[in-house]
Each structure stands twice: as structure tokens, then as C-alpha cells.
């Protein structure tokens, strides 16, 4: 299945993104494919254990871990000559998290959640993975601050949550929902677009 | 009833303390609400996958999240406004943590924990939302360090368990115990009241 | 039994090293137990929610967190006399991590898991206590970058796993992996082995 295979190529972009901040922050090779499979695989796990919805898929799936693991290593060796690859890899990392936005959000449905929450889940999956990788490298976690991540995450889920609501066939709509929520990041991208941030240094007394 | 309006407080006033840490670190409107979010919610969320106690709170009552996302969205305009309201905010700070160790625990309670676990799940509910807000934005955790929180929140969830074992009224023992906890809180704050801590720069050996 | 009494050892010595850490970033009372206590459960209490082993064993047993809290507050009180037992200290905190190894295998196979998460609990429960230990006192974690500590726990319980395999008496087996784990440790500290690491700093274009 097509969502199957993109996600397969999302978790190993995942673990190649966490794999290189591991690098840089003089990680040894244990560090590198910790922090490579978490921020592959940590996003679905805070989604499923939020939701109580087990075993983990990584339980079930043992290899997705070989996957994670061998993308790491593999990053560690061969980071050095990746720049010319930037591009390849953002678009990659891009295509991962509107599909972990639409798988997130099929469990949650799977698993009846209201639409509000099936959207929740489908955020959480595409960004958690990378707020968890920025916790262990002692980092403000970038979506956070200043990356329209999130917000396509919620557009992604929104959006397929939407056409599902509408009836649109169940093999159409996710891949409608990857498609524009693809070109959303790109053109977020191309552009800069950011959320608004709120200087906060000069709020006094709630410490 | 009462107990759960002054949760609904309780949560807007969490809800405001993260987003304020969130702006001082410069994140964008997205990540205000996440960190708004989880400093009011991830407490409880915390205790409720500790005891396995499912499902979670915000996802029987999704409503909870418009709470906080709301809250978290009216501070990032009117923070700079606020500091006349310094000390309301605490105020209502110190309502919520007690409040919150009181529900956390009753949760306990009706998950058949024994009488040590359901004061540390009071603790939990109280003070690991600002943990994990403090964990988030790159900060040791400030109620590890010098707050007397931590002590407020297992004096009142001692006090509740205790007021329980002596038969007092269930409609009554919780509102003895916040409070009481509230005035601990004041009187804390009005005195600086703080633990012992230790300075422990020079022990050596042990890395 | 033999193993219960090491792993009541190796909790003691967990949360030794969680106060100490605690301690030096000037952590109150109640923050040097706190992270006394998740450095000793920590580890144990990841593992069971990713596996959704509940009761988690401190909900089970909470004299553990007697056991934890007491060695925070004993060695908050007497660390700085502590540095003449660097080496016993160091020996037993190897003896725990190899005892949390052979013991989350244990209950990983209880759980019907198959070798290769059989084995990687065993490293979650050995290492994860110290990882959550240092997000908690913002530093990068030490297992992640210097220490043997994560081989040491993966030898142990490949080791533990195959013995088992070959059909060695389940009495003898975990002694057996102990043991060399153990002596792994002993030796990686005396003559300083490591993992490779790599310089990531030169690496541009993944932000």
C-alpha cells in the first residue's frame, strides 16, 4: 500500500534528521540511533500511549526499528557528504510528517476518538518525534519556536479529517490530504511563512 | 460543583503560566498553546498513564483543550497588560495546585491505590505540569529547586487522605484541604518559606 | 531470592546517583528525591508503559520508593563524605545497571515478547532511569554520548536471551549474564573503551 511505503521513507528520514542532531551534539553510535529512532518513532508512541492504544506499533513491527536503527548508522558514516542531498532531504522530511499527520489521525479514528482529537493525534505524531529529538539534545524544541511544522501537521489533519466527513473515498482523500499538505510545506518553505512569536522578555513578575 | 469549577481555574491559570514561559523563548503562537497545554494538562496526564488509569481526562472531555489552547492564545496578546494582575495570577496559581492535588488524589482513590500512592498522585497532578513546561523550555525544573509547591501540594493530598481516614464528610474534607493547602501556599510566599538544599558543587567522583 | 536483593541494591545506588546529580544543580530537598526517584524507577517505569505492563512494580511495591527516597535524603546529608567509596559506588551502580538489565528482559518475556524487544527492554530498563536523569537536570544524557553504559546493558541481555535459548537452567542464566556483564563493565571502565563518535559540527543544511 502507498501509505505504507511513504512511511516507510518518512521514518528513515525521521531517523536520519535525529541521527545528525546527534552528530552535532558529539553523540557516540549508541546516542546517534537512540536519538534517530525516537524521533522516528516517538511521535506514534506518545500518540498511542495518550490514546491507550496498544501494543505499540514498534511492538507489533519490530523491524521498523532495523529500519530506524540502520538509517542511523548508515547517517553516521555518510553525513558528511549529504549536503548535497539538502533538498532531497527536506522534501523527504516534508512528505514524512503530512503522512505520520494522516496515519496519526487514521489510528485515532481506529480507535473512535472524536474529530477533534483524531486531528490532536495526527499533530502529534508528525511533531512529537521532533520535540522529543530537540529534549535529548538539550535544545528548545524547534516547532515550537519558529517552523510552520505544526501548523501543516494540523492543516494535513484537518483537511483529511474534512474530506472524510464529506464522504470522499477513503483512497482518495489521504492522498489528497499528503498532496496538499505537501505543497503547503513547500511553498511554507520557499517563502518563509511563520507563525506570529510574542516577545515575551519584558513580562514581569510571573516567575 | 465547586471542585470542578475551581479545576476550570485552575487550568486557565496553568494554562497562562506556560504560555508566559513560552513567550520568553521566543516561540511562535503554536508552540504557546502546546506549552500552555501541556503545563495544564500534562500533569494529570502523567498521573493517569502512571496508574494506567484510561482514558485520559482530556480525551473524555476534549472540551478541556479549548480551555487551554483559548488561554494560552489571550496571553500571548495581553501578556505585556498583565503584571498589574501579578498578584491575582499567583493567587490563582496556588488555588490550582492545591485544587489539583485534591483531584489527583480522588482519581487514585477510585483506581484503588493505597493511601501513599494517592498522595503522590495528588503531588504528580499538582506539580509535573510545570515540570514538564520547565523541561520544554531548556530550564531546570523549578520546582525541583526552590519552590515549596512540591511540599504544598503532598501537605494537602496528606491532609485530604488523613481527613478521609478520620471519616470527615467527603463534600467536606476536600474543601478543608485546599484550604488549608491555599493558606500554606500564602503564608509560604508571604515568608519565603523554602526546603533546605545542598550545595553540591564540590562532591566529587561520582559522574 | 538473589536477583530482587541486587535489584534492591541497584535502585539504592540509582538514586545515590540521581541526589548527587540533583545536588549539584542545586536542587531543594524535594527535587533531590524526585530525581533520586525517577533515576532508580525511571527505567523500569518506561519500559512497562511501552510494553503496557501494568501495575507498574513501584504502584505494586511502593516500599521501593522508601527504599529511593530514603538513599536520596541519606546521601543529600552525607554526599560530601561519600568521595572515599567513589569505587564501591562506581561497582555498584555497574552491578545495578547489568541487575536492571537481566531483570527488564525478565518481565519483557513475561509479556510475550519476541528476543529482539526482549532485549531492548533490558537496555530501557538499565539505562532510560540515568537518560530521564539528566532532561531533568538539562545536560545533554551521558549514555548517549560517552559511556559504554548501553553496550554493557545490551551485551548483558543478548547474553541473557541466548543463554536462555540454549536451554541453560533459568536459575544459572541470569548469574551467568550478570556476571560478564559485570566484568564488561569493569574492564570498559579500567581501560577506558568507548564507541566511536562523530564530529557532526562541519555538517550544514539539516536544520
Redesign the interface.
Known sequence: MLLHTIYLIAIVAEA??GA?M???????????C??GTITALGGG?IRD????N???GW?IH?QY?LFTIGAAIVT??V??F??HL?SV?LMVDGLGLVAFSVIGCDIARANG??P??VI?AGMITGVFGG?LRD????????????ELY??IALFTGSLYVGLLWLNVDPTIAPLVAIGCGFLYRLLAMRFHW??????????????
Chains 1, 2, 3 share one sequence.
Do not use: W
Open positions: 536520519m534528521s545528525i546527534g552528530m552535532r551534539r558529539d553523540m557516540d553510535l549508541f546516542g546517534i537512540v536519538v508512541t500511549i495518550l490514546l491507550g496498544y501494543p505499540l511492538i519490530p526499528l553516521a558514516f553525513a558528511r549529504l549536503h539538502r532531504f476518538m472524536v477533534g482529537i490532536l520535540l529534549v535529548l539534545c538539550n535544545e528548545i524544541p524547534l516547532v515550537l519556536q519558529r505544526a501548523t511563520k507563525l506570529p512569536s510574542f516577545n515575551g522578555s519584558g513580562i514581569r513578575g510571573f516567575e
